[in-house]
């Protein structure tokens, strides 16, 4: 989704109001960030929103990307709030070939997944289709992609090809290199 490098648009302050409705949106979507919320979006903060290309909305806290959401989409976080609180978010874990593709913008697919290096949660964990999860690489430390689910895990692991994810937001990707100042 973020392929390319992006400008940003026309920046403007959140009202109170909405700036509490999404709060309360992101404690419903992430339920393990309720004991970090106030470190991520304090109650007296002044939130922006920040329009970006391909009707994208960024909410931003002090020139910080937080969340950002296309059209009516969830809020997907930002990699640096996925970094800063990686434990708060399902996982899943590519194998070292699917790697370079995925850092270059290309689909996730399937097979990066189910195989050998890659990891998908058990049946009881398991995740559906929809779902925003984390996408760590097989051998590295930080999270490298952040998105939606296009079929579950459970689908994955029995078709063992198509597509897992398409348009998230990934390290290198222009919302990850974008200036906010």
Same mark, same amino acid.
């Given at each position: 989704? *973020?392929?390319?490098?992006?400008?940003?648009?026309?920046?403007?302050?959140?009202?109170?109001?909405?700036?509490?409705?999404?709060?309360?949106?992101?404690?419903?979507?992430?339920? &393990?960030?309720?004991?970090?919320?106030?470190?991520?979006?304090?109650?007296?903060? &002044?939130?922006?929103?920040? =329009?970006?290309?391909?009707?994208?909305?960024?909410?931003?806290?002090?020139?910080?990307?937080? *969340?950002?959401?296309?059209?009516?989409?969830?809020?997907?976080?930002?990699?640096?709030?996925?970094?800063?609180?990686?434990?708060?978010?399902?996982?899943?874990?590519?194998?070292?070939?699917?790697?370079? *593709?995925?850092?270059?913008?290309?689909?996730?697919?399937?097979?990066? $997944?189910?195989?050998?290096?890659?990891? $998908?949660?058990?049946?009881?964990?398991?995740?559906?289709?929809?779902?925003?999860?984390?996408?760590?690489?097989?051998?590295?430390?930080?999270?490298?992609?952040?998105?939606? $689910? =296009?079929?579950?895990?459970?689908?994955?692991?029995?078709?063992? =090809?198509?597509?897992?994810?398409?348009?998230?937001?990934?390290?290198?990707?222009?919302?990850?290199?974008?200036?906010?100042?």
């Amino acid at each position: 989704m *973020f392929k390319k490098d992006i400008t940003a648009g026309a920046k403007s302050k959140v009202k109170s109001s909405v700036a509490r409705g999404i709060r309360s949106k992101v404690l419903d979507t992430y339920p &393990q960030l309720a004991e970090h919320i106030e470190e991520i979006i304090p109650k007296k903060s &002044q939130l922006d929103l920040v =329009k970006l290309p391909d009707r994208v909305s960024l909410y931003v806290l002090d020139n910080e990307p937080l *969340f950002w959401q296309h059209m009516d989409d969830p809020l997907i976080p930002h990699l640096r709030v996925v970094h800063r609180f990686p434990n708060c978010f399902p996982r899943i874990r590519i194998d070292r070939g699917a790697i370079r *593709f995925v850092l270059s913008g290309a689909t996730l697919m399937v097979p990066g $997944l189910t195989s050998p290096g890659g990891r $998908l949660p058990e049946k009881d964990d398991e995740l559906k289709e929809g779902d925003v999860v984390a996408v760590e690489a097989e051998g590295k430390e930080e999270i490298c992609l952040v998105g939606r $689910l =296009k079929m579950g895990t459970e689908e994955m692991k029995e078709k063992k =090809k198509g597509v897992a994810m398409e348009g998230g937001h990934y390290l290198g990707d222009g919302l990850w290199k974008m200036p906010l100042d």
